[in-house]
């Protein structure tokens, strides 16, 4: 099955449906715009590529449409060695789009219907579910490999070509996380996943040469939905919340549930450890989307993330189309910790400022680390991912930093930039791409990342306007 070479957006949304409204909308079109316009001065040590990941539907979805549901687009921004910046956008053609591609319509349903196949006479060999690789980006052992957590990764170029579904020579026959730890100090990867059908997680470490050298399975109470685990210098660390699936419930109401009876566990597992070895702490109900880090000392275990009380996603097919189904309750900054010696766990909200897509300096990944970094919405009545704000917050003193982009700016996810000349954990930038519903454009920001507040060093204009995505990264040159 040939990927086409030139794709061209054939959404309309005249269902008037949310998640297909504002900067939800996608772009129709592929560009490489060279010699941006930028505001301010970038700085002189910023040579490398952020590139975001988000959904990105090409074809009028079949029925409806969730955020989640969208096809794959990367959008990548380069900091050239000449001091120039140019951008440029690709859908990832996966083997569903390009099935769609070739019959110029969309036939793969949404998650909120996604047993409902389409009939092999019109897909091939894409399989009964598309795989749109539209959560994280990351890159390790050579290779970039666009996350989607049900299923395989999908390898792609530096350039954003699409190469093709990667499963580690065959050693990976399921899914794997869209977020995936690396330890920069010995260049490990750790993965898991989950099943919609099973109460199991995966488990799997990838070698710093790209190689899957262990591997253990793990019975949960249901289920899960699991999108995010830490690891420290010894252990993964997972979190078990009860919001599972219910594939039954399918054209009856939501497909992922909250049921706080199931209870929550904290299981720490030796990052080499059998499913025998695993460790579990009973905490109050609640769910965590996105950690920071976390690290042991000892045999205490601390790590954060933002917690959600009820979280409720919204993928719902009973609900009317230009109805968002889900709540806009945010997840509030927690500290969660376990006791190895004594078995008791426990934790505690930290900020009453809510807010999501947690990041740090990831050279400190499973290490003691000082800083974290938080896109937030100030503004009342944001919609839940409808960002307006970044926060920094210092853990030594327990301060807190913030650049608010304005009443008209919608801010995504931050990463972190190292200086190549730096020496301490806050020594970079923080890059964020800022939509502007205003002027419906969008500014790549860079700030310092000792003086968030202070606002952007430079603004990075974008001829094309970047839609709403999840995750990014930056890869220095």
């Known amino acids: 099955m040939n990927a086409p070479t030139t794709l061209i957006g054939q959404v309309t949304n005249f269902e008037n449906q949310p998640d297909l409204a504002g900067n939800l909308f996608p772009v129709g079109v592929e560009v490489d ?4 316009k930028v505001t301010g001065q970038i ?20 029925s409806r449409y969730h955020m989640f549901d969208g096809d794959g687009m990367l959008h990548r921004v380069n900091f050239n060695e000449a001091g120039g910046v140019d951008y440029s956008n690709r859908w990832i053609r996966s083997r569903g789009l390009v099935a769609e591609a070739k019959l110029g319509r969309a036939v793969y349903p949404g998650l909120s219907d996604v047993m409902n196949f389409p009939d092999a006479s019109l897909v ?6 598309k795989n749109p690789a539209n959560t994280h980006i990351i890159r390790h052992a050579g290779k970039y490999l666009a996350l989607w957590e049900g299923g395989l990764p999908t390898e792609v170029s530096e350039s954003l070509d699409t190469i093709g579904e990667y499963d580690f020579g065959g ?3 399921g899914s794997m996380t869209a977020h995936p730890r690396l330890d920069p100090r010995t ?16 488990y799997f470490v990838v070698s710093a040469s790209g190689a899957i050298v262990h591997s253990a399975k793990i019975e949960v109470a249901a289920p899960v939905m699991m999108h995010d685990f830490i690891i420290t ?11 599972v699936f219910d594939v039954a419930n399918l054209g009856k109401g939501p497909m992922v549930q909250w049921r706080p009876e199931n209870g929550t566990r904290i299981g720490v597992l030796p990052r080499m450890g059998s499913a025998e070895e695993i460790r579990w702490f009973e905490i109050d109900p609640g769910h965590v989307q996105h950690f920071w880090n976390g690290w042991a000392d000892g045999d205490r275990i601390e790590f954060s993330g933002t917690r959600f009380e009820h979280p409720n996603f919204g993928i719902d097919p009973t609900a009317p189309l230009d109805e968002t189904a889900g709540d806009d309750d945010p997840p509030y900054p927690a500290k969660f910790w376990v006791d190895l010696a004594a078995g008791t766990a426990g934790w505690e909200l930290t900020d009453d400022l809510g807010g999501d897509f947690c990041r740090i300096n990831d050279e400190f990944n499973g290490v003691v680390s000082q800083y974290r970094y938080m896109s937030s919405a100030i503004a009342p009545d944001r919609r839940l991912g409808d960002f307006d704000s970044i926060v920094k917050y ?3 003193d327990g301060s807190r930093q913030v650049w608010n982009a304005g009443p008209t700016g919608h801010v995504g996810e931050s990463v972190f930039a190292p200086n190549p000349a730096g020496t301490a954990e806050d020594d970079g930038w923080i ?12 500014d790549v920001c860079i700030l310092d990342a000792h003086d968030i507040a202070a606002g952007p060093l430079a603004r990075v204009h974008l001829a094309h306007r970047m839609p709403f995505g999840f995750h990014a990264n930056w890869f220095s040159a």
């Open 33 to 36: 715009d060279v010699s941006l």
């Open 43 to 62: 700085p002189e040590g910023l040579r490398g590529s952020f590139v975001r990941n988000g959904p990105n539907p090409a074809f009028q979805p079949t």
């Open 124 to 129: 091939g060999d894409a399989g009964p579910v």
């Open 171 to 173: 050693a990976l026959k």
């Open 187 to 202: 260049g490990e990867m750790f993965c898991f996943a989950y099943s919609v059908f099973e109460p199991v997680i995966r």
């Open 233 to 243: 210098e010894r252990h993964a660390v997972f979190l078990d919340s009860p919001i």
């Open 394 to 396: 210092d853990d030594t």
């Open 431 to 442: 890059i964020n791409a800022v939509f502007d519903s205003a002027t419906e454009g969008t």
